[in-house]
């Protein structure tokens, strides 16, 4: 009779928690989304119930509701003992698992949320790049880049994130991208400002690909990718294969 809100890590497998770990192996019923590593899935016993929700952008017809996503997770939780909710990265970082707290709190059934190492810093890292650096940058802001999006919080303030300067961090931004570059560039950051791209970071389809905020519209990497603005961004403090 609990559901555990559990983040998967941002791609490798062993990037997930040890807590995570130990939950997956005791689960009833694993509820997990598009960008999580198979591999989790078989920590599970093999009677547990494996569910997909994934949501794959572009696919209309296809993805599950985050309201039919709601409405499974108190199904399950009110029925099995241990419901382990899986997503990718940390479930409180844009991950909409803040919705998923709220319809199981509002219902009534218990919950956990296990942290997860989230995309955010470790898709900079796996490409050697460190988000706070003596010297060049002292804070990192992470943003979401659906600039269109219907978000009713309002989106982002990208002037005020532009003159915050330190290092940006920008989370599915690749289709925005060339938006994205554009108000970074008209609230007054430089055009040679470095950007790195890092797909599948941690996976062994990484790809990191170096550029200036001028060349970001040009860079065609597909999803899953994590854009990386800053003077940090010209680092490559690793092996990576940048
Ligand atoms: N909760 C997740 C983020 C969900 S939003 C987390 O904490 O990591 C999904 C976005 O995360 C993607 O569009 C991409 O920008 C980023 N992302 C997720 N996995 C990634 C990976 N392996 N490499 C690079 N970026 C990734």
Known sequence: MTVYLVGAGPG??????????????????????????HELLDLAPTGAVRLDVG????????????????????????????????????????????????????????????????SAFAAPAAAGIPVTHRGLSASVTVVTGRVGGSDPSGGVDWASVARTGGTLVVLMGMAERATVAEALLAAGRPAD??????????????????????????VDVPAPATIVVGPVAALALGPGDA
Request: glycine share 12%; aromatic share 6%; hydrophobic share 45%.
């Open 12 to 37: 490798h497998p062993e990037l997930l928690t040890l807590r995570g770990a130990h939950l997956l192996g005791r689960a009833d019923v694993v509820v997990y989304d598009r960008l999580v590593a």
């Open 55 to 118: 949501k794959t952008p572009g696919r209309p017809g296809r993805p599950t509701r985050q309201a039919d996503i709601n409405a499974l997770l108190v199904e399950h939780g009110r029925r099995a003992a241990t419901v382990v909710r899986l997503k990718g990265g940390d479930p409180f970082v844009f991950g909409r698992g803040g919705e998923e707290a709220e319809a199981l709190l509002a219902a009534g059934v218990p919950f956990e949320v296990v942290p997860g190492v989230s």
């Open 193 to 218: 400002t470095a950007v790195a791209v890092v797909h599948w970071a941690t996976t062994y389809r990484q790809r990191v690909v170096r550029t200036t905020l001028a060349g970001l519209a040009d």
